[in-house]
């Protein structure tokens, strides 16, 4: 896993002192304290550079940035390639050799042998930029899923980018004004989508796209390299044959992605998806090491005895963490670490189960995507619920009654996003989670300058896909949305910060097309269960008395820690003061509302997280 930054432009004399990329790079020192290094092109027009956390190959023969033997393509990359030994072999067979054994080097060799095409053949999480020297292109692209992170700006010929936003802020130069369409959808929906991003002027190269930039002439092309399938009812298995599918695929995954030349762990939570993961790993014939995060006396937050329980019957060696909750001071450093603000206090105990990882492993094993992969998250049940119930209530008489309770209800009041969920259309919209902001609390949030009207309603709108099934168009919407730009991000910013390298054996893409196009929603998610196949799966492997059908998820009990006095004080500090960016009459109502036991906790969160970065990055 590393950092990875580059500069490409049509003017060498962008280029003439490689100070400012190596600020750029040490940046990211986090994701890469094992080595650093540099590269410049002979005509001075391009530069790469990375740090680096050895996890394959650990000799200097992975240094990075790499060239192949003619030096004739050089590369930066951060990531994983899971069949890299299978790749390896291929083109041997095809005349190239190899120097090392690092996956590096044979991203390179696939590149020479197959083009742009070489992104079809990789199975992994990644994110590169090769510059070809003969064609003078520099070639970037990022995984399917958007486990690995690239943000890039481009303007006046010169192509910066960088794995992190931080990096590319550190030219000082960059114009710093916040991109008012992306604020907008972070209010509304928590994260920021597709290539938006919070810093205008700056983009994300989406996940499964890829980009060439042309220094000869200055113009670049970006395009989708893969696509979700589409269902196919007529490649339905026997409910039988789809667990025996599953099982291999994921033993399949798991084996590849417990390869390392570092100690591996796995992340255990006692959940569905860790668990399955911790089973499969258990296959493997050695020791496994799993590790879970708990809170003392916060009750339901607390899922120790589930994890214990999955650790005894798989024999693991399982260590566990307390956490109290005297964690604020953590949120500047979060802040500052997430590049762009996002709605999610797990981040808190992913950073902790992270740092206590750390000290026994480089690589962990996670079970992000098992949720939207198999609908395990609880909105799908009760979308499934609402559309058989209120439903065949008429849709103006629903309009009406959801736009009555946002212009009535305070904002966070028991009752207000059910009520407010009514205001959907079943057959071609998504009843799924409530927003954090209405329109309403955005426009008394943000002065008229600043407010973009319904700008978040309309993009989120756009991104809905068009199946007809309700179960395919919510869980496909989340895969595309929810999962890399909220999941995968905590995920990334939350380990990397810790040198750690997390993984994800559900997030095969072997796993994610048998997930979409053979799986059908009724081995998924009804109105009484959710995960339906993942839990058929496990119930083969564990005691028959463990509970299944419990979802917690890895979470804080943050309202819970907004009732003591440091949390209440610091929040109202820092949302109070005098330069804030949001009005200090909505804020203190909410303020007010979560101290009478409203529901604004996550709402609070949002707003916190949002200045203590804006302050850190110097945004007006």
């Not at 680096?52 to 940035?65: E, K, N, T, Y």
């Not at 005349?95 to 199975?123: K, M, P, Q």
């Not at 794995?163 to 916040?178: F, G, P, T, V």
């Not at 740092?355 to 799908?380: I, K, M, P």
């Amino acid at each position: 896993m590393c950092g990875i930054v580059g500069i490409a432009s049509v003017d060498r004399s962008r280029l003439e002192s490689s100070g400012a990329v190596e600020i750029m790079r040490d940046t990211l020192y986090h994701r890469g304290p094992d080595d650093g290094g540099i590269w410049h092109s002979a005509d001075r027009r391009v530069c790469l550079a990375q740090r680096r956390l050895a996890i394959v190959d650990l000799s200097p023969a992975g240094h990075q940035p790499m060239s192949d033997r003619e030096e004739h393509l050089w590369i930066t990359f951060n990531g994983e390639i899971y069949n890299h030994h299978q790749l390896r072999q291929d083109l041997q067979n095809k005349g190239h050799s190899f120097r090392s054994s690092s996956d590096t080097e044979v991203i390179l060799a696939a590149y020479r042998e197959w083009g742009t095409d070489c992104l079809e053949r990789l199975n992994g999480m990644f994110a590169f930029g090769i510059y070809d020297t003969e064609q003078q292109v520099l070639f970037l692209a990022r995984d399917r899923v958007g486990e690995k992170p690239l943000f890039y700006r481009l303007a006046d010929g010169t192509l910066n980018f960088a794995s992190e936003l931080k990096a590319l802020m550190a030219d000082r130069s960059l114009d710093r004004k916040i991109d008012a369409v992306a604020l907008d959808y972070y209010l509304a929906y928590g994260y920021i989508p597709g290539d938006l991003c919070i810093l205008e002027g700056v983009k994300k190269l989406p996940p499964a796209h890829a980009l060439t930039f042309d220094l000869n002439s200055g113009s670049h092309k970006i395009w989708k390299y893969w696509q979700l399938p589409e269902f196919q009812p007529d490649n339905i298995d026997s409910e039988q044959d789809s667990i025996d599918k599953l099982e291999h695929l994921l033993e399949d995954s798991v084996r590849q992605q417990l390869v390392a030349d570092v100690p591996v762990g796995i992340l255990l939570s006692g959940g569905v998806d860790s668990s399955l993961v911790t089973a499969m790993a258990a296959r493997s014939g050695s020791k496994v090491k799993t590790f879970t995060i708990r809170f003392p006396g916060s009750g339901k937050y607390d899922e120790t005895e589930f994890a214990r329980t999955v650790a005894r019957h798989f024999d693991t060696e399982h260590i566990e963490l307390a956490v109290e909750p005297s964690t604020v001071d953590l949120l500047p450093k979060l802040a500052r670490q997430f590049d762009e603000p996002m709605v999610d206090s797990s981040m808190i105990p992913t950073y902790m189960v992270s740092q206590l990882v750390r000290q026994h492993c480089t690589v962990a094993l996670g079970g992000d995507g098992g949720d939207e992969l198999f609908g395990g998250y609880s909105h799908y049940r009760q979308m499934l619920k609402s559309q058989a119930t209120v439903g065949q209530i008429p849709y103006q008489i629903r309009h009406q009654v959801g736009n009555l309770a946002t212009k009535i209800l305070p904002t966070g009041f028991k009752g207000r996003n059910w009520l407010e969920r009514l205001d959907v259309d079943f057959d071609r919209s998504l009843c799924s989670k409530p927003k954090f902001f209405s329109l309403a609390d955005r426009c008394q949030l943000l002065s008229k300058s600043r407010s973009t009207g319904k700008t978040a309603e309309t993009l989120y709108e756009q991104r809905i896909p068009t199946t007809e099934d309700p179960v395919y168009r919510a869980t496909r919407m989340d895969f595309e949305n929810y999962l890399p730009e909220d999941v995968l991000v905590k995920v990334d910013r939350a380990s990397m910060l810790s040198s750690l390298e997390l993984r994800a054996p559900l997030l095969d893409y072997r796993v994610i097309e048998f997930a979409f196009g053979q799986v059908p929603s009724s081995l998924k998610v009804n109105s009484t269960e959710t995960k339906i196949l993942l839990k058929r799966l496990l119930a083969k492997m564990l005691p028959p008395d463990f509970d299944l059908q419990r979802k917690q998820g890895f979470s804080i009990p943050l309202a819970n820690w907004l009732q003591q006095a440091e949390w209440d004080t610091f929040f109202r500090e820092v949302l109070l003061a005098e330069d804030g960016y949001f009005d200090r009459k909505f804020v203190t109502q909410l303020l007010d509302g979560q101290a009478k036991g409203r529901s604004n906790s996550e709402r609070l969160f949002a707003l916190v997280i949002f200045e203590l970065w804006r302050r850190e990055y110097d945004l007006s």
